[in-house]
Each structure stands twice: as structure tokens, then as C-alpha cells.
């Protein structure tokens, strides 16, 4: 099991750009793949986006065109570039692997709101 420690959530307005990071505490190629999760108030927490070990990625179609995901295998980091931010993206940022062998951290926030 690795620890996960996200940031760089914050307060944006609609149509904003956020950067998420991910420091992960242990070889993130050992793992078949690496994605973000999101949990809005009052729903499930789902996967948004991933990078598969041969980088491919995926992505859900309410983000496709607007995030983008990428990792630094050096650094052990994972990143999500998150443009044209609306409300509906509003929601608690986790990363972790997938599928999900770890425990959580503490997820970043992120409100879209003017």
C-alpha cells in the first residue's frame, strides 16, 4: 500500500483552470493504472480520469475535451489539468490506483462557483 497526498484544489470561477497534483508514496508503474476520483455532496465517489502503465488515458464523458491527466514517473506524481471548470465539477479530488488497492487520502477541494 502507498500513501497518497493531493493538493492544489482551491475556489475558481466558471470557465477557470485548476492543476491538481498527487504525490504518491511508493513506484506509481507498479500499478496497472492511476486515475482521479471525485466525490460531489451527497454522491458516490467516481472515477474521472485515468493513465493506464502504458499511458494511455480515459477519461468520463462530462470531462472529456476539458481535463487532462498525466503523471511523472521520477517523481512518483500524478496530475490533473482541469480547464473550462463548471459548477457540476464542483466536488472533493481524490487520486488513487485502479482498481483501488490503497486507502484514500485526504482529497483536495474544488468549488466552481462565481
Known amino acids: 500500500q502507498v500513501l497518497l497526498v493531493e493538493s492544489g484544489g482551491g475556489l475558481v470561477q466558471p470557465g477557470g483552470s485548476l492543476t491538481l497534483s498527487c504525490s504518491v508514496s511508493?513506484?506509481?508503474?507498479?500499478?496497472?493504472?492511476m486515475g482521479w476520483y471525485r466525490q460531489a455532496p451527497g454522491k458516490q465517489r467516481d472515477l474521472v480520469a485515468r493513465?493506464?502503465?502504458?499511458?494511455?488515458?480515459m477519461y468520463v464523458d462530462s470531462v472529456k475535451g476539458r481535463f487532462s491527466i498525466s503523471r511523472d514517473i521520477a517523481k512518483n506524481m500524478i496530475y490533473l489539468q482541469m480547464n473550462d471548470l463548471k459548477p457540476e465539477d464542483t466536488a472533493v479530488y481524490y487520486c488513487?490506483?485502479?482498481?483501488?488497492?490503497?486507502?484514500w487520502g485526504q482529497g483536495t477541494q474544488v468549488t466552481v462557483s462565481s
Open positions: 493513465i493506464n502503465r502504458g499511458s494511455s488515458t
Open positions: 511508493g513506484r506509481i508503474d507498479t500499478f496497472h493504472a
Open positions: 488513487n490506483n485502479f482498481p483501488r488497492t490503497n486507502p
